[in-house]
């Protein structure tokens, strides 16, 4: 199978505007149509305000969605994308959005993930004044990121969503502290793809990983999805030739045929010193 594989329409479920975000990417360098499937209700497999709990793993809810979509579509291919919102993995701190897109081919029994990560813009709090919350609204970056509002705490079940001026945001502000038994509202950020801009940028680079594996075949059995899975360290530091945590070699691998590779680091093999567990313990 080669990249010409790729010149078929792709059904994408989704009801939250991620086709226009990702059918630029793929399509021109694919030959692939996203044909987007309107009718499956995304939301069905987990939502951000918390209406339907996520079954599994974000991984699970990709691929339930993708199948989904081949169910309605009667399409032989299907792309579905499902976002997670965590705290970093480096100090814990900071809010961090990780973005999958998962390309099913059942005819095959294939499956490829596009992958990204990293900071994320989103936020919450509790208020109980108008000026408390346009203040926690800036914070959060509205108006371009939306937000969503409820009474008391972040479970009462009176939300309301896509709040995306200051005039809908001090309306909806109004119902819910009128609604609250504690005077006071929860107000937190709308994590859904149309309404997150940060979140739209993190999708875009999920699609370009996909397009790049997509376009990668195995050089043994041919498939596309060849990638690189995990990496070995040992580059050796500059000053004391002693082994470092940083990446000496990439390896690669395909999911059908388990083919894998080891393609040492181009380039300057050697380690600063300041990675070294010797010099700079």
């Not at 875009?204 to 070995?232: F, I, Q």
């Not at 999911?255 to 680091?265: F, L």
Request: net charge neutral.
């Amino acid at each position: 199978m080669s990249t010409t594989h790729w010149h078929e329409r792709i059904a994408m479920p989704t009801r939250h505007g991620k086709v226009p975000l990702i059918a630029p990417i793929l399509e021109p360098a694919t030959g692939c149509t996203l044909v987007h499937i309107e009718q499956v209700d995304t939301d069905q497999f987990g939502s951000f305000t918390r209406d339907i709990a996520r079954p599994g793993s974000q991984l699970d809810a990709a691929r339930a969605k993708a199948q989904a979509g081949l169910q309605a579509s009667g399409l032989p291919l299907a792309l579905a994308s499902e976002g997670a919102f965590v705290q970093d993995p480096f100090t814990g701190l900071m809010p961090w959005n990780v973005e999958l897109l998962v390309l099913i081919d059942p005819r095959h029994g294939s499956e490829i993930v596009g992958i990204a990560q990293g900071p994320a813009r989103c936020g919450q709090g509790v208020v109980k004044d108008s000026l408390a919350l346009l203040q926690l609204a800036v914070e959060l970056g509205f108006p371009e990121h939306q937000l969503c509002v409820r009474p008391d705490h972040s479970e009462d079940p009176r939300v309301h969503k896509g709040l995306a001026s200051e005039a809908a945001l001090l309306s909806a502000f109004a119902t819910a502290l009128a609604q609250s038994s504690q005077g006071q509202v929860f107000v937190e950020s709308d994590l859904r793809a149309h309404c997150n801009p940060t979140r739209q940028a993190m999708i875009r680079r999920a699609a370009e990983d996909l397009r790049h594996k997509m376009l990668s075949c195995c050089p043994a059995c041919g498939r596309p999805g060849y990638a690189v899975t995990r990496h070995r360290p040992g580059r050796l530091c500059r000053a004391c030739g002693a082994a470092t945590a940083l990446t000496l070699a990439r390896i690669w691998s395909c999911g059908h045929c388990q083919h894998s590779e080891e393609r040492v680091e181009l380039g300057d093999v050697w380690a600063s010193p300041s990675h070294c567990h010797r010099c700079n313990p």
